[in-house]
């Protein structure tokens, strides 16, 4: 027989004396007591056992709440056993719902099972076959997980461990995390993997997401979500689209569909230029802090140099900056020939642009609000962005003008003070012309009201340069006035009169069809605008307004030659005090302007629709011819011609009237369903000729979307052309569209496109073919034919090019 050794007794004793001592600590832990409330209590077991049966209710000394059908609460052991339909409330705003509890308050302890769900205090929902809840840890760990994340994004996983005090969620395949890498990717094989989505779940919360959200997902072994970071982590990722493996990474992480701005790589793309050859384009988002970011895009090309693109944003509480720009060492070869072995004027050189925007709003810098607005916009060479095809929100690859400027707008209750500089440059003009300067412009208005009449004193002072030494100075001081809308109720006829006394004082040097020197004109004009509402409603649902209307005007005052400006006359025009559109040389003589508005509504007795058809016709009648008028607006003969607008407007439901702006730019994309038709016309004034027509059509169902414009102008003008841009939905969320822009004049299609796309809420797939035809000394005719694939909300597509399959 061995004999116990001395030493390791006293090792065996202290041991003992250690755990002794803990347990009495967590003996002497507080348990939390709790009171019951049911249809009937039961008490047992000297009152040490307590039976609630019928919507029981057990409070807890620190307000937590336990809800179910039956409740066991013994006293003696520390335990709650609950029975059908239970529901677990702490004081931390945690929720968990199952058909059965088993609570250990010595532990704190919470053991959920069948149909277990869990909602944590940031509203993220987790069903669970069985669920254990640390309470005081906040720690809950479970197996078959399915959830919904508060932006309707999906997990789904064998083994789950969520900690919502360090705000982590992470969800295995395999309950041994502690695994390799290597090890976890082939359980891959063995076992089934985590499943994430931004699908939206189209069905119930109990279908898987292969079963209810097919579009896409990440398939892994490890997904953790950094709730407090904002980032989801994956380990061995299998991208899958439509169930089909398209791309694998041991490693990938992506902000939470819930962030709107986080630092890394945007998603890549690739194109092929007919120009250029092949680039890749991969963006870099830099989140600098609360209020400024930073998009970096390097466009690296097979055959040329690369572009750097950077794109700067600062948000302050009264301002803000933008700054868009990019660098290129230029062509690497620039002596290039064309498909038609023809050479390309390229230019040796870098190539670069630079804009920037800045918007300000101060208080009481001169009067009480102003606005300060700056623009400086730079382009190496013309076709630059053209050539590049670079687009961004501040810049369009067919840009063909530059301003910058910097504009002081200042407002106070009746006051209004603008102050600003502006360099103008047209790009396609010649370099001696290309320029135009206004330096400076000072603008001040006073607003006040007398005699029934609202007044408007202007005072401007501009100085120009243009077309290299064209100069003009031009002070300019006027009044306005319009008077209060006299009715007469016996007649119906409403009245208002309007004047408009103008001096100016002007200064040109070499310009063009204008008097050299100091010259100083005086204008004045009268006019009576009177108009005479016409009502018939011939039921609650359909009123007919007929608005004939007359103005009458006349201006006193020498006019300077333009009858070569480029006006053609519009409806609108027939009752404006400026039918020029310019303050310093406006039409003089006697005129009337007179037409008509015709305009039906109809909606039905329950506003499911609405129809509106209205027409306007009108002519300018004037007293003598003037020659100083331009002749594309026929104001210089006697009788203008006739022009006019109609338009047509249907929608199924009367709240789509809101949508419609006076104007035909419609924002049609807000209308649920309804069309709408807009045309004006100019009709010579012996009805022989249409001079222009202008039509516009906006129609939208459940299935088709047509966007279509037509203008053409005959003998005042000389511009004929056609845009239009179709999209048929199919079932399934497959969507067809085309567009074309074309100059019938020169029988010459600028470019047109034919796409096919799959497109959800979370994925957009399709094919894209474009063809532009628009050339010149860098451009060529290009065809681009792109797979794209956007995986939604993470953005920017990948685009695979497959240019190189359509023949030339």
């Given at each position: 027989m061995k004999t116990?050794?001395?030493?390791?007794?006293?090792?065996?004793?202290?041991?003992?004396?250690?755990?002794?001592?803990?347990?009495?600590?967590?003996?002497?832990?507080?348990?939390?007591?709790?009171?019951?409330?049911?249809?009937?209590?039961?008490?047992?077991?000297?009152?040490?056992?307590?039976?609630?049966?019928?919507?029981?209710?057990?409070?807890?000394?620190?307000?937590?709440?336990?809800?179910?059908?039956?409740?066991?609460?013994?006293?003696?052991?520390?335990?709650?056993?609950?029975?059908?339909?239970?529901?677990?409330?702490?004081?931390?705003?945690?929720?968990i719902e199952a058909d059965n509890f088993f609570y250990n308050l010595n532990l704190k302890i919470i053991e959920a099972k069948s149909n277990v769900k869990y909602l944590d205090k940031l509203g993220n929902i987790f069903l669970f076959n069985t669920f254990k809840y640390y309470k005081d840890k906040e720690i809950g760990i479970g197996k078959f997980l399915k959830s919904t994340l508060t932006d309707n994004s999906s997990l789904e996983g064998q083994y789950v461990k969520i900690n919502n005090k360090t705000g982590l969620t992470?969800?295995?395949?395999?309950?041994?995390?502690?695994?390799?890498?290597?090890?976890?990717?082939?359980?891959?094989?063995?076992?089934?993997?985590?499943?994430?989505?931004?699908?939206?779940?189209l069905e119930g919360p109990n279908l898987s997401i292969n079963e209810s959200c097919p579009d896409w997902r990440i398939s892994t072994t490890t997904t953790t979500h950094n709730k407090k970071e904002k980032m989801i982590y994956h380990e061995n990722a299998v991208i899958k689209i439509k169930n089909i493996p398209v791309f694998y990474t041991p490693y990938?992480?992506?902000?939470?569909?819930?962030?709107?701005?986080?630092?890394?790589?945007?998603?890549?793309?690739?194109?092929?230029?007919?120009?250029?050859?092949?680039?890749?384009?991969?963006?870099?988002?830099?989140?600098?802090?609360?209020?400024?970011?930073?998009?970096?895009?390097?466009?690296?090309?097979?055959?040329?140099?690369?572009?750097?693109?950077?794109?700067?944003?600062?948000?302050?509480?009264?301002?803000?900056?933008?700054?868009?720009?990019?660098?290129?060492?230029?062509?690497?070869?620039?002596?290039?020939?064309?498909?038609?072995?023809?050479p390309l004027n390229r230019t040796n050189g870098s190539r670069n642009h630079f804009f920037l925007k800045f918007n300000g709003n101060y208080e009481n810098l001169i009067l009480e609000n102003n606005d300060i607005e700056l623009n400086i916009q730079r382009i190496s060479q013309k076709n630059y962005l053209a050539v590049n095809q670079l687009n961004t929100k501040s810049i369009k690859q067919d840009l063909n003008e530059l301003n910058n400027n910097i504009i002081i707008n200042s407002y106070g209750e009746k006051r209004k003070i603008k102050i600003a500089t502006n360099i103008y440059e047209n790009l396609n003009a010649l370099d001696t012309k290309k320029y135009?300067?206004?330096?400076?412009?000072?603008?001040?208005?006073?607003?006040?009201?007398?005699?029934?009449?609202?007044?408007?004193?202007?005072?401007?002072?501009?100085?120009?340069?243009?077309?290299?030494?064209?100069?003009?100075?031009?002070?300019?001081?006027?009044?306005?006035?319009?008077?209060?809308?006299?009715?007469?109720?016996?007649?119906?006829?409403?009245?208002?009169?309007?004047t408009n006394f103008t001096n100016i004082n002007q200064y040109n040097e070499n310009t063009t069809g204008l008097k050299e020197n100091l010259n100083n004109e005086f204008f004045g004009t009268i006019a009576?605008?009177?108009?005479?509402?016409?009502?018939?409603?011939?039921?609650?649902?359909?009123?007919?307004?007929?608005?004939?209307?007359?103005?009458?005007?006349?201006?006193?005052?020498?006019?300077?030659n333009s009858s070569n400006l480029n006006k053609v006359l519009s409806y609108g025009d027939l009752y404006s005090m400026d039918r020029m559109n310019t303050e310093v040389n406006p039409e003089?003589?006697?005129?009337?302007?007179?037409?008509?508005?015709?305009?039906?509504?109809?909606?039905?007795?329950?506003?499911?629709?609405?129809?509106?058809?209205?027409i306007s016709f009108g002519q300018v009648l004037n007293l003598e011819k003037n020659k100083n008028l331009?002749?594309?607006?026929?104001?210089?003969?006697?009788?203008?011609?006739?022009?006019?607008?109609?338009?047509?407007?249907?929608?199924?439901?009367?709240?789509?009237?809101?949508?419609?702006?006076n104007n035909k730019n419609v924002f049609f994309d807000k209308i649920n369903e309804g069309i709408n038709i807009n045309y004006s016309f100019n009709i010579s004034n012996n009805l022989e000729k249409i001079l222009r027509n202008d039509f516009n059509i906006n129609f939208k169902d459940k299935k088709n979307i047509l966007d279509l414009s037509y203008y053409k102008l005959n003998e005042i003008g000389d511009e004929h052309n056609i845009k239009g841009q179709y999209q048929r939905k199919f079932n399934n969320d497959i969507n067809f569209l085309m567009g074309i822009k074309k100059n019938i004049r020169d029988n010459y299609t600028e470019n047109n496109f034919l796409e096919l796309n799959y497109e959800s809420d979370c994925l957009k797939i399709g094919l894209n073919l474009s063809k532009n035809f628009f050339e010149n000394a860098d451009l060529q005719k290009s065809n681009n034919l792109n797979l794209?694939?956007?995986?939604?909300?993470?953005?920017?597509?990948?685009?695979?090019?497959?240019?190189?399959?359509?023949?030339?």
């Open positions: 116990l050794n001395f030493r390791n007794y006293f090792k065996i004793l202290l041991l003992n004396l250690i755990l002794l001592n803990f347990f009495s600590c967590d003996l002497n832990a507080e348990i939390p007591t709790y009171e019951l409330e049911a249809r009937t209590v039961r008490f047992q077991n000297n009152s040490q056992l307590i039976i609630a049966n019928g919507n029981a209710i057990a409070r807890g000394n620190k307000g937590e709440k336990i809800y179910s059908d039956s409740i066991i609460y013994d006293k003696l052991n520390s335990t709650i056993i609950t029975k059908a339909k239970s529901i677990y409330l702490d004081n931390l705003g945690n929720r992470i969800i295995t395949n395999d309950e041994n995390v502690d695994r390799s890498l290597f090890k976890k990717f082939l359980s891959i094989f063995k076992n089934k993997s985590n499943e994430y989505t931004t699908c939206k779940k990938f992480s992506h902000p939470d569909p819930s962030v709107k701005r986080k630092s890394g790589f945007l998603s890549p793309s690739t194109k092929n230029f007919t120009d250029l050859g092949r680039t890749y384009k991969a963006p870099y988002f830099w989140a600098i802090n609360d209020n400024s970011d930073l998009t970096f895009t390097p466009i690296f090309y097979e055959e040329e140099n690369p572009i750097y693109m950077g794109e700067f944003r600062k948000q302050n509480q009264n301002s803000y900056i933008n700054i868009d720009t990019s660098y290129s060492q230029g062509y690497k070869n620039i002596n290039k020939l064309s498909k038609d072995n023809q135009q300067y206004t330096i400076p412009e000072i603008q001040h208005d006073l607003f006040f009201r007398n005699f029934e009449q609202n007044f408007n004193l202007k005072n401007n002072l501009i100085a120009k340069n243009y077309n290299a030494n064209e100069k003009q100075i031009i002070q300019l001081n006027k009044l306005d006035s319009t008077s209060d809308q006299k009715i007469f109720e016996n007649y119906g006829l409403a009245t208002s009169i309007k009576i605008d009177n108009i005479y509402p016409l009502i018939k409603i011939q039921n609650k649902n359909e009123q007919e307004i007929i608005t004939p209307r007359l103005f009458a005007k006349y201006t006193g005052g020498s006019m300077s003089t003589g006697a005129s009337i302007g007179y037409g008509f508005d015709y305009e039906i509504n109809n909606n039905d007795s329950k506003n499911l629709y609405i129809r509106k058809k209205k331009p002749t594309t607006s026929s104001l210089n003969e006697k009788r203008s011609n006739f022009v006019g607008d109609a338009s047509l407007y249907f929608a199924n439901n009367e709240s789509n009237l809101d949508k419609i702006s794209f694939v956007i995986l939604k909300p993470f953005g920017a597509p990948v685009s695979p090019d497959l240019t190189s399959f359509l023949s030339n």
